[in-house]
């Protein structure tokens, strides 16, 4: 491996399901402090990825390595005082209360004797994300897009130093989608995390990733900054759609525009 300091890497990573080839021959790496975007069609292994990258599942070949170590090798509570995950649906809508679900973040934090080193950090956070207000208020209560942001306190809160996320916006509105992208670019700007998210919108994923992998059939198709990557080109190879590709007015980044059939 080189000597340049990997927040997280896979190299020659496989991983199958029955007869399905998740991923092929995977390797790819992020220095700290990067944001990088996954992207790729359904199926391409993005959700793999990310279950390999959090520990939660096991490569068939290869190694994954968190902070220069291979990743089974880590404890659990050990590696969730590192890495935090964040699914499309963050919290379920049950019982509990916005403040129940943030104080779960901390539990890889907790010690034997259920004490919290950094006994504020639940209050800090609810309060940075505009939460406080309904901090008593139970989960199912609230909106979709107000939920989502308790699943951002509660990784907030974990602390961690390597953030994953799994089409975190999918199933919010134009609002929430760029409040939440706003949020953790924000974190990220404060703590130095490493950010790894799964984004199916192809425009936000331009205007706040450094760089994006791209994945097709489980295999890379291309790792670069969102100018090298999403050309009108790749999109139609990856995507199977014409599109234009313009960049955007404020910050140039590319941004897409579907082209309907003549
Ligand atoms: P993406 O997130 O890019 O849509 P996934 O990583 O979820 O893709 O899936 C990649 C491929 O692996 C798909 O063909 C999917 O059906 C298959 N797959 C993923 N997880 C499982 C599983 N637990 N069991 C069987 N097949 C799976
Ligand atoms: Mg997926």
């Not at 990573?13 to 080839?21: A, D, I, M, N, S």
């Not at 207000?133 to 979709?144: H, N």
Request: aromatic share 6%; proline share 4%; net charge negative.
């Amino acid at each position: 491996m080189s000597t340049q300091f990997r927040a997280a890497s896979v190299s020659g990573v496989h991983k199958t399901f029955g007869r399905v080839q998740a991923l092929s021959d995977i390797n790819w790496g992020t220095a700290s402090g990067e944001w990088w975007g996954i992207v790729g069609p359904n199926g391409s292994g993005k959700s793999t990825l990310i279950r390999l990258l959090s520990g939660v599942d096991k490569p068939d070949a290869g190694i994954v390595h968190i902070q220069g170590r291979d990743a089974a090798a880590y404890r659990r509570k050990e590696l969730s005082r590192i890495v935090a995950v964040l699914q499309q649906e963050g919290v379920p809508p049950v019982g509990y209360t916005v403040r129940d679900v943030v104080e779960m973040g901390r539990y890889p934090h907790l010690d034997w004797a259920g004490k919290d080193a950094d006994a504020d950090i639940v209050e800090r956070v609810l309060d940075q994300l505009g939460l406080a207000p309904l901090a008593e208020r139970k989960l199912d209560e609230l909106s979709g897009g107000q939920r989502q942001r308790v699943a951002l306190a509660k990784v907030m809160a974990q602390d961690p130093q390597i953030l994953l996320l799994d089409e975190p916006t999918t199933y919010l509105d134009l609002h929430y989608q760029l409040q939440f992208m706003e949020m953790l670019a924000e974190w990220r700007a404060k703590a130095g995390i490493t950010i790894i998210a799964v984004l199916h919108d192809l425009n936000l994923a331009a205007q706040f990733c450094d760089s994006l992998l791209v994945l097709k059939n489980g295999r890379i198709e291309g790792a670069g900054t969102a100018a090298e990557m999403l050309t009108e080109d790749n999109i139609r190879r990856w995507f199977g759609v014409d599109s234009h590709v313009m960049p955007h007015p404020d910050s140039a980044v590319p941004q897409l525009m579907l082209k309907r059939r003549e």
